[in-house]
């Protein structure tokens, strides 16, 4: 019998990317009921899921090769205490159904008994007829037939891991091995609200309306017993104790609902990823993080004085909040980097932030992505790449680097990362010695491989190349709504 699965469950199942299936229901290839998917039109389209006979935990024990045992072998499993309490809620769940179909079974026998006492009572000819068709039926249901393997996956993935949907906004997300739900929230690339992230401002406030949770860590504020009444729990203390939850709370809709925060962080690593470029890694107490956008950008301060500060885009996802990157350019104008160069600060200083700043976002749109960076203008679109592929929502994502500093593409070996683990993910690197020239260059590869395709392009460079290649984009066609654009050093 076809089971019926959301297209979240669904992609998880089948180990394809999401934007896929739902480019295939855009196409009219997948129908949905109810924004639901039969496992049968699953199957029909990707018959590379069927498992051979055979018992599951002999079946998983012996698919080395195969892409769901090797999804469910990796996957780390929750604790102890989740997992038991998702294994009794499938039990329950498995109780009722077997007593349902019990009380189904003893109702049919019943009603054949029946009907067999009120043929031979009555010569109605019709009395028979019914009796051959429950007979027929009741045979056919007890019959041997062969088990919807989707759906027996499903029920591994349920054990392992769980499917939270966010009211009032529809958005949905996966909570694995130990994350508590802000934790699982923030890997997908949602826009949840929360302060500390330790269970101490009550920022995360969520309201469960469906399904269960467990406490996973303690907190110091306190929910008061009208607000714990209703279902309130903390997000940062809490996980998923049941396969499926649903949660209300708001999620933030663009840069103007983060609030501006000043915080100390604490220099972890600094070192060259080239000549003239170095990584700078800081982070952040554990009771204070920053909360930021993809994309967006620091005030960065040292203690070395009240002027010792500049503005520099975060290359980090925020779904890390506490591990802030940056690729700083040697740049003499720039008094951090100029400090940073010269050696005058080390691992274990104190850099202060303020921020953040900036609408080099990614919109709510599920557009394809083209990202386009020169030099050190990677560090954004890195923190947009990683945005994007968290959220598991555009049909595909290019990258177009153009390098005409000599670090040349300083982090190539990420791109090609992304390439071999993304089915949907490419690349393109090129070099100049002049960014509007590389930017005009750019533009014509893109125009002949992906102007026939309706893109979001987001630019982010040097002055020279971001007015260059906005400029061809805007001549080409493209709108403006589609076009992004941020100037970095």
């Known amino acids: 019998m076809a089971q019926w699965v959301t297209i979240w469950r669904a992609a998880q199942l089948l180990g394809v990317p999401r934007a896929t299936l739902q480019q295939r229901v855009r196409a009219g290839e997948i129908e949905l009921a109810d924004g639901l998917v039969s496992t049968e039109a699953l199957l029909r389209l990707y018959p590379q899921a069927q498992l051979e006979a055979g018992g599951l935990l002999e079946r998983v024990t012996r698919i080395r090769d195969e892409a769901f045992g090797r999804r469910v072998r990796e996957r780390l499993l929750p604790s102890q205490e989740v997992l038991a309490q998702r294994l009794f809620r499938q039990g329950q769940e498995l109780a009722d159904t077997q007593r349902h179909l019990q009380r189904y079974h003893a109702l049919v026998l019943e009603l054949r008994d029946r009907l067999a006492q009120l043929a031979c009572d009555s010569p109605d000819p ?13 045979a056919r249901a ?16 349920k054990v392992v891991s769980a499917e939270v949907t966010l009211r009032p906004s529809g958005h949905q997300f996966t909570v694995e091995g130990h994350d508590t739900l802000l934790q699982a929230g923030m890997r997908a690339g949602l826009k949840l609200n929360y302060g500390c992230g330790n269970g101490s401002c009550g920022m995360c406030k ?19 017993e009208n607000e714990k009444a209703q279902g ?43 000549a003239d470029t170095l990584l700078l890694h800081l982070q952040t107490p554990r009771s204070h993080r920053l909360r930021f956008l993809a994309g967006q950008w620091v005030m960065l301060g040292l203690a070395q004085g009240e002027g010792v500060r500049a503005r520099h885009p975060i290359a980090s996802c925020p779904c890390d909040d506490r591990n802030l990157h940056f690729y700083v350019p040697r740049d003499a104008a720039d008094p951090v980097a100029a400090r940073l160069f010269a050696g005058a600060v080390k691992v274990g200083d104190a850099v202060t932030v303020w921020g953040p700043d900036g609408e080099f976002v990614l919109a709510d749109e599920t557009l394809p992505l083209v990202f386009a960076a020169c030099d050190t203008g990677f560090a954004p679109v890195q923190s947009l790449i990683e945005h994007a592929l968290s959220l598991d929502a555009a049909p595909s994502i290019a990258l177009f680097w153009l390098a005409t500093r000599p670090d040349g593409h300083f982090l190539a070996n990420q791109t090609r990362a992304w ?26 590869a893109m125009r002949a491989d992906l102007f026939d395709i309706d893109c979001a392009f987001y630019i982010a460079g040097p002055g020279g190349f971001v007015d260059a290649l906005h400029g061809e984009l805007a001549a080409a066609g493209v709108p403006a709504a589609q076009l992004h654009a941020e100037v970095t050093p």
């Not at 683990?421 to 014509?444: I, K, N, Q």
Request: proline share 7%; aromatic share 4%.
């Open 142 to 157: 007890l019959a041997t037939e062969p088990v919807d393997v989707l759906d027996v996956m499903d029920d591994v993935l």
């Open 232 to 274: 309130y729990v903390l997000a940062c203390a809490h996980t998923a104790a049941s396969a499926e939850l649903t949660i209300e709370t708001l999620e933030a809709a663009g840069p103007a609902d983060i609030p501006p925060q000043q915080l100390v962080t604490t220099v972890r690593a600094l070192r060259p990823l080239g």
């Open 206 to 224: 969520v309201r469960i309306t469906s399904g269960q949770v467990v406490r996973t860590m303690p907190t110091d504020y306190a929910l008061s």
């Open 126 to 138: 019709r009395l028979p007829e019914l009796q051959r068709q429950l007979n027929d039926g009741l």
């Open 419 to 444: 390439s071999d683990s993304f089915d949907h993910f490419e690349s393109t690197l090129s070099t100049s010695d002049d960014p509007a020239r590389g930017a005009r260059e750019m533009a014509a």
